[in-house]
């Protein structure tokens, strides 16, 4: 599975619609200081379902809305999409290409899409889960992360390492059958 290309709108500094290209292999982001690149880690972040700000690098939720600036002015939604290359079916759907969205108006609501049909953040999350690529995975590790890894207490520890081991999705059930 990888990551083919990402459209942002209206997400922090993308005001307009982009897409950017990825492809398989290797991608490097380069570019100036503040021109945006900490912020594209962060959208996909976003649409794997994170719902701490901190981790997003903001005070609010709604601090992903673009804010406005000199020439533009503020957004009302949010909206990122990746496209999922799943033709090695990683992700337990059978589709060759999985589109993910999330978006998120001013007013606080948000909303989830697979391939265009409505979701829960809870089928994104399983979408994920033990494929490394989740929230909480180690697909992406911002700084000071790393630090937060070695620091952690044991079970935290331990939680990553499930994740990264393919038994997170176990767990999850687990806990969720024992709710009921
Ligand atoms: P560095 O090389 O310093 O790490 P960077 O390319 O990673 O820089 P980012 O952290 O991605 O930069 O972008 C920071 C910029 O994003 C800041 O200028 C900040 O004002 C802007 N920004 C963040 N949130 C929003 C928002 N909601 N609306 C508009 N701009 C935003
Ligand atoms: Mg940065």
Redesign the pocket.
């Known amino acids: 599975m990888y990551l083919k290309f990402i459209e942002l709108q209206g997400f ?2 993308f005001a307009e619609r982009v897409k950017l290209e990825l492809g398989p292999g290797l991608t490097a982001i380069v ?10 880690a ?1 959208a996909i972040l976003w649409v794997l379902g994170e719902q701490s700000a901190k981790i997003l ?2 005070s609010r939720m709604d ?7 000199e020439k533009r002015r503020p957004v009302g939604m949010a909206e990122v999409t990746l496209h999922l290359d799943n033709s090695d079916g990683s992700l337990p759907l059978d589709y060759q290409e999985i589109a993910v969205t999330r978006r998120f108006f001013r007013s606080g609501e948000g909303e989830y899409y697979i391939n265009r049909v409505p979701c829960r953040l809870r089928d994104i999350q399983e979408l994920f889960l033990d494929t490394g690529s989740g929230r909480g995975g180690l697909s992406i590790v911002g700084q000071g992360r790393l630090e937060e890894i070695f620091t952690a207490r044991p079970e935290d520890r331990r939680a990553v390492l499930e994740e990264a081991a393919g038994i997170a999705r176990y767990r999850s059930r687990k806990k969720e059958a024992e709710q009921r």
């Open positions: 922090k500094t570019g100036p200081n503040g021109s945006g690149k900490s912020n594209i962060d690098r903001g601090d992903v809305i673009f804010a406005g600036s």
